[in-house]
């Protein structure tokens, strides 16, 4: 069965613990960490991060979309998340970062823009409790789903048999079904979850029905 990871990027921020509690069915809070450097947009940090954690029992992962991500990992592990997940393209040692993450007690997951190859992380797979694969340049919610990438899960899923494929961008009832088929395992979803005048929970559902999944 498919994990859903509701991203909270569109939920309505003076109302989160409301937002929180209403989407029943998470099984991951995705948090989208956004420096304003890597991507061109900000959005918040680890008090933000700490205060989701205190405020549920569902694991909290962050997607780093940061540079030097290095200088910021023990905050968000401190801030109670479970999962720290690094872009690729922000170091030229992936490696040692990896360990860094684990060193701190956090799963380790590494994040590939749609224009980087799979080959970026193929000698550190054994270390990876997760890959991330793009289906949008990161940056921004509600962002158009990129057909292109589905072969490059599919290649992800071969390449990480015992790994946990996540797949971020895009993804709403429309769009989970190919994702799993090709090999995905977590869906974030941001838009199709939080959205003004939604019911979350509902909307959760609504992904898993499209899987033929019970909710
Ligand atoms: C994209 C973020 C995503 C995004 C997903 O930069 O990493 O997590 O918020 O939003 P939707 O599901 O609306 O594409
Ligand atoms: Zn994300």
């Given at each position: ?6 991203s909270?990027l ?20 995705h948090l989208d960490i956004m420096d304003g450097h890597f991507v061109p947009n900000l959005t918040f ?17 962050c997607h780093l979309m940061v540079e030097r991500p290095?200088?910021l ?11 720290l997940i690094v872009h690729a393209e922000t ?20 994040a590939?823009n ?18 991330l694969?793009m289906?949008v340049d990161p940056g921004f919610g ?26 971020d961008g ?46």
């Amino acid at each position: 069965m498919a994990l859903i990871a509701p991203s909270i990027l569109t939920a309505d921020f003076l109302q989160l613990g409301d937002e929180l509690r209403r989407a029943q069915g998470a099984d991951i809070w995705h948090l989208d960490i956004m420096d304003g450097h890597f991507v061109p947009n900000l959005t918040f940090g680890p008090l933000l991060c700490a205060a989701v954690a205190k405020a549920s029992n569902v694991p909290v992962e962050c997607h780093l979309m940061v540079e030097r991500p290095q200088d910021l990992l023990a905050r968000y592990a401190e801030a109670g998340a479970k999962r720290l997940i690094v872009h690729a393209e922000t170091t030229a040692h992936l490696h040692r970062l990896v360990g860094e993450v684990h060193a701190l007690g956090c799963q380790a997951g590494v994040a590939l823009n749609p224009g980087t190859p799979l080959a970026a992380i193929e000698e550190v797979r054994d270390e990876l409790d997760l890959l991330l694969v793009m289906t949008v340049d990161p940056g921004f919610g509600g962002q158009s789903f990129l057909r292109g990438q589905i072969d490059k899960i599919r290649r992800a899923r071969q390449l990480l048999p015992d790994a946990l494929i996540e797949v971020d961008g895009g993804i709403g009832p429309n769009t989970a079904p190919d994702v799993v088929q090709a090999g995905a395992d977590v869906l974030v979803a941001g838009s199709a979850v939080f959205a003004p005048g939604a019911d979350p929970a509902e909307r959760i559902k609504e992904i898993r029905r499209s899987l033929h999944e019970s909710p």
